[in-house]
């Protein structure tokens, strides 16, 4: 089968699994990639984004932004890739 022609198939038959997909994608990009590339996953930098609230952006002590949104991208990414390279398109009889 084309992935081409069956993609769009494959969406409207699991729009629940796509809109998973794009909101961990969404979520991971926004929020979880910014925090992790700025601060790491590192208590070393506690003080560096919190502007003295005491607040802590991420790492072990953190907010869990990086690590929860990384993990929900992958599983995501995982279940809906899997879901479709096993999909097989209805046949049009």
Known sequence: MDA???FPSF???NIGWSLVFTF???LFWVYGFPALHDYGYD???KLAGSGGFGSIPSGPSG???GII????M???T???GSSFLAYKKPSAE
Not at 69 to 72: D, G, M
Request: hydrophobic share 60%; net charge negative; charged share 5%.
């Open 24 to 26: 961990a994608q969404i």
């Open 43 to 45: 208590d070393a930098n």
């Open 4 to 6: 081409i022609t069956a």
């Open 11 to 13: 969406l409207m038959a």
């Open 78 to 80: 995982l279940s809906w």
């Open 63 to 65: 907010s869990g932004v």
């Open 69 to 72: 949104s990384t993990i929900l």
């Open 74 to 76: 992958v599983v995501g």
